[in-house]
């Protein structure tokens, strides 16, 4: 995949992972109250490093490094991927299942109280174990409020399949 000179040297994307670490390492003042190993997570971002293929795999390398410090201020940002859209629904893990709680477009073949079962093939819980794993967050409320919404965020005219009530 081509990539934006903004990340396409490895030395760039190693540069972005030790400047983050240094930074957190030396300056975030809980590390001793999240109970993570630094220097692993440290070691597991490098070696994703090396395996990104676009801005948008190294994003998401930046995401599940930094989500461990469980930190609700934090969130990782690039002005290349701004723009991002999503389908006109909402919804929300309702005992234990995850149930459409607003259609916003009528062409829609989906109605509020529909079950998603399945997210792009997978699972819908664990297409959420994904998304968890790309968010920092101090507490439960926090990281199920911000995966509602990254859960459903995408690229212009990028597709999401969803099974919905076995269809």
């Known amino acids: 995949k081509a990539m934006s000179n903004q990340v396409s040297e490895i030395e760039t994307r190693l540069g972005n ?8 390492q030396h ?3 809980y590390m001793d ?12 971002a490098l070696l994703r490093s090396f395996e990104d293929a676009s801005i948008y795999d190294h994003y998401v390398t930046l995401e599940k490094f ?4 469980k930190d609700g201020h934090m969130y990782i940002d690039h002005p290349g991927l701004r723009k991002t859209y999503a389908p006109r629904i909402t919804w929300e893990w309702i005992e234990d299942k995850l149930i459409l709680t607003n259609v916003l477009d009528s062409d829609l073949p989906l109605k ?44 212009f005219e ?10």
């Open 33 to 44: 109250v999240v109970s993570v190993n630094w220097d692993e997570e440290l070691e597991k």
């Open 17 to 24: 992972i030790i400047n983050t670490y240094n930074v957190f």
């Open 27 to 29: 300056f975030y003042p």
């Open 112 to 155: 509020i109280g529909d079950e998603v079962t399945h997210i792009n093939g997978m699972k819908s819980a664990d297409y959420f174990q994904e998304v968890y794993s790309r968010i920092s967050a101090g507490n439960n409320g926090w990281l199920q409020y911000k995966a509602k919404r990254k859960s459903l965020i995408g690229g």
């Open 158 to 167: 990028e597709k999401m399949t969803l099974r919905v009530n076995d269809k």
């Open 66 to 69: 930094t989500a461990p410090l």
